[in-house]
Structure formats: C-alpha cells, structure tokens
C-alpha cells in the first residue's frame, strides 16, 4: 500500500526559510515533488525531482527554493528560502508510482500548510 507523509509546515515571517520532507513508501517512485494550493486559487507545480536528479521549478520560486532526494529511502525534501506571503499555500506532496499492483498511478498526500506573514 502507498503512504506519503510530509512534514516540516509551519508559520514564518517573510524573508524566513522552512524545509518540507516526504517519505514514500509501498512502491516504486518517480517523480516526486511538491505542489501548492493557495486559497482561492487552483493547485500549482512548486518542484518535481526525478529518481537521476533532474529537477523542474516554478519560476515563481527558481531561485529561493531547493528540492532534493534521497532514493534510499523515498524520501524528497524542499527547502524553501526567502519566503513570501505569496508562498501561503497548502503544500502536497505528489509522486508517481511504478510498482506492482500501482504501475503508473499519481499520488498525493494529505497537505502540510505554510504560512507566511508579512
């Protein structure tokens, strides 16, 4: 069975930092990353990375966010520097699966909030 959970939300001032994690588990994952959902507004890429290390922004945050992996243990992090209060959304954790029994298959997780207050 598939399972992400993220962690590492929060409230922080702008101009702060704030590092999301989230571990897979169940499958095999590629690739994983990280959207966000802004109240009002539809859900959006932030960053994916894949299993090799290519790795894909929003050009809203090139620049002040950093995604990486650890394949050993499915695990990908986003490290959010310099934050805005545009960045105040609900962040999902996002792979695709490529085990047996979920060959292909999106998944999301349950949403971590960050907040940032000007």
């Known amino acids: 069975q598939v399972q992400l959970v993220e962690s590492g939300g929060g409230l922080v001032q702008a101009g702060g930092s704030l590092r999301l994690s989230c571990a897979a588990s169940?499958?095999?994952?590629?690739?994983m990353g990280w959207y966000r959902q802004a109240p009002g507004k539809q859900r959006e890429l932030v960053a994916t990375?894949?299993?090799?290390?290519?790795?894909v922004y929003a050009d809203s945050v090139t620049g002040r966010f950093t995604i990486s992996r650890d394949n050993a243990k499915n695990t990908v992090y986003l490290q959010m520097n310099s934050l805005k209060p545009d960045d105040t959304a609900v962040y999902y954790c996002?792979?695709?699966?490529w085990g047996a029994g979920a060959y292909g298959m999106d998944y999301w997780g349950k949403g971590t909030l960050v907040t940032v207050s000007s």
């Open positions: 990375i894949t299993s090799s290390g290519s790795a």
């Open positions: 996002y792979t695709r699966s």
């Open positions: 169940g499958s095999i994952f590629n690739p």
